[in-house]
């Protein structure tokens, strides 16, 4: 039975934004939005550029032989029906004009098969069907766009070279295969295979197909279910992956990502709060990777930001901008499900392995037993201060195995967050004489809120410091090298660095576990204010496959056991 038909005309007069196919990629983004709307998990697109030709074939819903007929008739769709509904649009396309316009600017034939029917091959010229034939073909739509600006070459000038052009095809495919990550991607360029994606049912196990240096490890994913703020009764979905900053980062402000719905948009608002976030936990200039998708309510979301629909505006901003804060948060803590055992493995296996090359002792890798992964977890919190080695390392135990812990950025990272928490300017009991300060100094300190009188020529008096500086005997260094730059941020990094405890410094059991237990409640446990990892966790299953313990006794004595 037939479900396309055509729009009323004043939903026409409502929606009429034009589609815009004026390029290869648009006709790709247009034909895989359908075949995502149809419920496709299996994609295969093959492009020709130098002959204006691509082929999409998905696995999707496919379409009987009536709305092979009716699916090129200018706004016709099978996604909305009146008015009412354009407020809740849950699917990707809805104006029923991509098909209609494709056939007006090119060659098309679409074969599909819906269900038990037959499958029918339908060929198509300026929007009218010319032939029909049925064909054997699996439940799926395969759609044949060729000679696409054939009878207006002119818009064929103009766009960009077809290295460019694929390469924005790419990016368009690895966008959707992240709002997707259930469907399957094969990509060829002129029939050889280009590229592959496959489906997961998470954007974790995307990411590292398309950023080839990143590793699933490496990242650390939360999905909240949340009562939708204009619908009690539905539950909105935010799903956050992060790379953790302690291994995981880039070098342009180029991944943070944000979909709504099932797709890529702009919200600075959100990218913002990411950012924010996840400032102070890496190196500087490093920027973060962190893909949010938050799937709720169509009438959440407001699409007119920008004709593209592109950009968008949240009805609930200052909820969702809330909700994603606590979703960083709690990706960041040190709980036994946002450790990645296999990660601290690896990273141990490479410590493991240059003690081994160092004391030239060869390990017969056929002889190691693999380690079993799939250990039980066990809780990461109960960390109990043993030993400091070199007044640097806590040694803390852990039911798991042994944590090393590097005392002054741990205590930095404490410094820092109690500091963003509550900077405080407190006056000092004897003024500060700074000398010998230029112009610029003088209003770094100002900028960051110290009160400065002038005194004499080139003589400053300082009146009031940070709380944790006031009281140091090192209070005027500390503030000559707060006047040497950066905003208030680097001035509070600056100031948890100088404040912490010193490396070298002799730390008894009482405070290394005072220091420990408040490391581990910080917001961003894993590295300090510049982006410094903080501690290493040596598992006890890396250390028993280090000294052998999964041997077989007897065996690896040279004894035959009967
Ligand atoms: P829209 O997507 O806005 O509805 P289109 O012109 O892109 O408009 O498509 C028209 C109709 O054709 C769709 O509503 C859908 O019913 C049908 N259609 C298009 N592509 C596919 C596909 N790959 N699988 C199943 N149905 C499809
Ligand atoms: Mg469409």
Not at 42 to 65: C, F, Q, T
Not at 532 to 555: C, D, M, Q, T, Y
Request: negative net charge.
């Amino acid at each position: 039975m037939s479900i396309i038909h055509p729009l009323p005309s004043d939903v026409i007069a409502l929606i009429a934004a034009g589609e815009v196919i004026d390029s290869l990629t648009a006709v790709i983004r247009e034909l895989v939005e359908n075949a995502i709307d149809a419920e496709a998990n299996r994609i295969v697109i093959s492009i020709y550029p130098e002959l204006w030709k691509v082929k999409i074939a998905d696995n999707g819903r496919g379409m009987d032989l009536e709305d092979l007929r009716l699916c090129v008739q200018p706004h016709t769709t099978s996604k909305i029906v009146d008015r009412d509904d354009l407020w809740k649009i849950t699917s990707l396309g809805f104006r029923g004009e991509a098909l209609h316009s494709i056939s007006q600017l090119a060659n098309l034939e679409i074969s599909s098969r819906q269900g038990e029917n037959i499958g029918w091959k339908v060929h198509y010229q300026e929007g009218k069907v010319i032939e029909e034939k049925p064909i054997a073909i699996a439940q799926g739509t395969i759609i044949l766009v060729s000679n696409l600006f054939g009878n207006c070459p002119v818009r064929r000038k103009g766009l960009p070279s077809v290295s460019q052009q694929l390469k924005t095809i790419q990016s368009l495919i690895y966008q959707m295969a992240l709002c997707h990550p259930e469907i399957t991607w094969l990509v060829f360029n002129q029939d050889k295979p280009w590229f592959n994606i496959s489906g997961s049912d998470s954007p974790k196990a995307i990411i590292p197909q398309l950023i080839k240096s990143v590793s699933e490890t490496d990242l650390q994913e939360i999905i909240l279910s949340i009562p939708s703020p204009d619908k009690e009764d539905h539950i909105s979905q935010l799903n956050l992956v992060v790379g953790l900053p302690d291994r995981c980062f880039r070098y342009r402000l180029d991944w943070v990502k944000i979909a709504v719905n099932g797709r890529r948009v702009n919200c600075p608002e959100l990218e913002q709060i990411i950012l924010s976030g996840l400032s102070q936990t890496l190196p500087r200039d490093h920027f973060p990777l962190a893909f949010l998708h938050l799937k709720t309510t169509p009438a959440e979301i407001d699409w007119n930001r920008h004709p593209a629909k592109t950009e968008i505006y949240l009805h609930s901003l200052s909820f969702w901008q809330e909700q994603v804060k606590l979703a960083i948060e709690a990706l960041l803590k040190l709980t036994p499900e946002s450790l990645s055992k296999d990660y601290h493995n690896q990273r141990v296996n490479m410590v493991l392995k240059v003690a081994e090359n160092e004391q030239g002792y060869a390990v017969d890798k056929a002889i190691v037993p693999e380690i079993n992964s799939s250990r039980s977890t066990v809780s990461l919190l109960p960390l109990k201060a043993v030993a400091q080695v070199l007044n640097m390392y806590i040694v803390a135990e852990h039911p798991q195995g042994i944590w090393l812990i590097e005392q002054h950025i741990a205590h930095e990272r404490v410094l820092y967050e109690q500091i963003v928490d509550r900077w405080q300017l407190v006056p000092l009991s004897s003024p500060i004489v700074l000398d010998k300060l230029t112009d610029y100094q003088v209003d770094q300190l100002i900028k960051i809120g110290i009160e400065i009188d002038t005194f004499g020529e080139k003589t400053h008096i300082a009146r009031n410091a940070p709380e944790l500086l006031a009281k140091r005997e090192d209070c005027q260094q500390a503030l000559l090298e707060l006047s040497l730059g950066g905003d208030l941020q680097t001035a509070q990094v600056a100031t948890a660095c100088r404040s912490a405890i010193r490396n070298g410094t002799l730390l008894s059991l009482e405070e290394m576990q005072l220091l420990i237990d408040q490391w581990k409640l910080t917001r961003n446990p894993r590295t300090c204010p510049h982006g410094r990892p903080i501690f290493l966790a040596l598992e006890e299953s890396s250390l028993s496959r280090f000294f052998r313990r999964n041997w077989v006794i007897g065996k690896s004595h040279g004894l035959l056991l009967s």
